[in-house]
């Protein structure tokens, strides 16, 4: 292990406690200057370990365990749910000087989500994504099963969240340390078995992810997001946490998969790609992963069970079942099997008093597209490339407005990386949006909705709103591409 990239971050964090105290203006017993060091102090700056690189590659048909299904947490038997406490007590309790601890491979997702060196290995906002998180996933899982005596059988389970709406209890109750699956910073209101915000990670939210055929919208490509990745896998994230103490676990790529929940909720995103890629068939590349051996090759390192280095490829991730050895059970969802592509342009802006970015399209799509709304048909909003102000973090609605009235069409989930607020520039993302609902407003010929993203209110209600509240716009929505899907009937 080196230890400069770790110097670098406490020093980093240090030079950040100091700055606070100085530009906190006084008296260290100020009590929040105090809460700020003793967080700093009981808190992750154990830093980044070096990444491990080499070791011995992953040979698929190496793992000839059985195949056996992830399952869902409400659907584990009381014994499945003990071991999965016991696996992590186990990782919880290894010593420091094991490649296995929980907070060592917790850092491995801190480091190849570029929170602690300015190394240009973010494996998120791009075609990395899945396939690192299922690469992670895999070996962590086999470290608890080995925790446990039970390779064969231990896999991880997922948080369905379009089925539990809230928090799974066994991750949140007991709130104590002596629950191994706890984790004591997660914001109140979720922590405490309050429910999602209720557009977050639904079924119709699936639904509408599994309306695009194609990986790069679905999943991202060599340069940018996929649809997934900002929503729900952001919104849910940050649903959970903040970007800062005190709730930053899940809010915060870089201290994210300290939180036992981490893995539950990548578990079920997991779960979203393979479902995806259950719909391919036959030839054409729909629902299908990408060929090229640029994403083919792709290859991290990690540690194994045995504190191992080894590497894995995101070809040796695609098929899940026979290299892997877990499935799942396919949930059944009605896809409308062909889509019609029609293009249009997010036009920046009308004059006052509605400035903003709106839809131009010519007079054929718009009949189109308002036909397929006025027979309830689902009409989809695709913005490739996106950009996002440089330190943003939080979760973002977007929505169709015209006059008073507001129609929410989607939402963005935007996690911090690590400390480096102000200097983090985002990469590109794609925003699949329905606009069903707002599309007779949308198409207007005469001044049509325009669309913005405002900053998430808590506690704001989503869904129509016949007044427009005083919502703060921290920026304006811009792709390099826009295109509308409608199902072709
Ligand atoms: Cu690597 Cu959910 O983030």
Redesign the pocket.
């Known amino acids: 292990m080196k230890f400069d990239s770790i110097s670098i971050l406490n020093r980093r964090r240090f030079l950040q406690g100091a700055a606070s105290l100085a530009g906190g203006a006084v008296l260290a017993t100020s009590s929040s200057t105090l809460t700020a060091l003793t967080a700093f102090a009981q808190d992750p700056p154990s830093g980044c370990p070096a990444p491990p690189t080499g070791g011995t590659h992953f040979v698929p048909g190496s793992d000839t365990r059985p195949i056996v299904l992830r399952k869902s947490i409400s659907a584990l038997s009381a014994a499945e749910l003990t071991k999965l406490q016991s696996a992590y007590a186990a990782l919880r309790a290894l010593p420091a000087s094991d490649k296995r601890t929980w907070v060592l491979q917790a850092d491995m997702?801190a480091l190849f989500?570029d929170s602690c060196n300015n190394l240009n290995t973010d494996i998120?906002g791009s075609w990395s994504f899945f396939p690192w998180?299922r690469g992670y996933l895999y070996y962590y899982e086999r470290i608890l099963g080995k925790l446990v005596g039970d390779m064969d059988h231990f896999r991880l389970p997922y948080w369905d969240w379009e089925n539990i709406r809230t928090l799974p209890t066994p991750y949140r109750s007991p709130g104590s340390s002596g629950n191994s699956l706890w984790d004591n910073k997660r914001r109140p209101g979720l922590a405490g078995g309050g429910n999602l915000p209720v557009a977050d990670g639904t079924t119709a939210r699936i639904t509408t992810l599994y309306g695009l055929t194609d990986f790069d919208s679905f999943g991202g490509d060599a340069s940018g997001g996929g649809a997934v990745e900002a929503n729900p896998?952001g919104t849910i994230?940050v649903d959970v946490g903040q970007a800062a103490n005190p709730f930053e676990d899940m809010g915060n790529?870089g201290y994210?998969a300290r939180d036992p929940l981490?893995f539950a909720?990548?578990g079920n995103i997991d779960k979203l790609w393979s479902g995806w890629n259950d719909l391919a068939s036959g030839a054409g590349t729909s629902y299908k992963n990408p060929t090229s051996s640029t994403f083919l090759n792709l290859r991290w390192s990690f540690y194994d069970e045995n504190q191992n280095v080894v590497s894995i490829s995101a070809a040796d991730v695609l098929d899940h079942k026979d290299n892997l050895r877990y499935i799942y059970k396919s949930p059944r969802f009605v896809i409308p099997p062909l889509w019609l592509i029609l293009q249009c342009e997010l036009i920046c802006c009308l004059p006052d008093p509605d400035p903003g970015p709106w839809l131009r399209v010519t007079e054929q799509v718009r009949e189109t597209v308002i036909q397929t709304a006025r027979a309830s048909s689902p009409v989809v909003l695709v913005l490739r490339g996106v950009t996002l102000p440089s330190g943003i973090s939080g979760n973002f609605d977007v929505f169709a407005t015209r006059g008073e009235r507001r129609i929410l069409v989607g939402s963005i989930g935007v996690i911090a990386h690590g400390d480096r607020k102000e200097q983090h520039a985002h990469k590109p993302v794609t925003l699949v949006l329905d606009i069903t609902e707002a599309a007779p407003d949308l198409f207007l010929k005469d001044k049509p909705a325009t669309l913005h993203a405002y900053r998430r209110i808590e506690d704001q209600k989503p869904g129509i709103t016949a007044k427009a509240q005083k919502l703060e716009e921290v920026f304006q929505l811009k792709a390099e591409r826009a295109e509308i899907r409608v199902a072709k009937r």
Request: glycine share 0%; with cysteine.
């Open positions: 997702h989500c998120h998180h896998h994230h790529l994210a981490f909720h990548h």
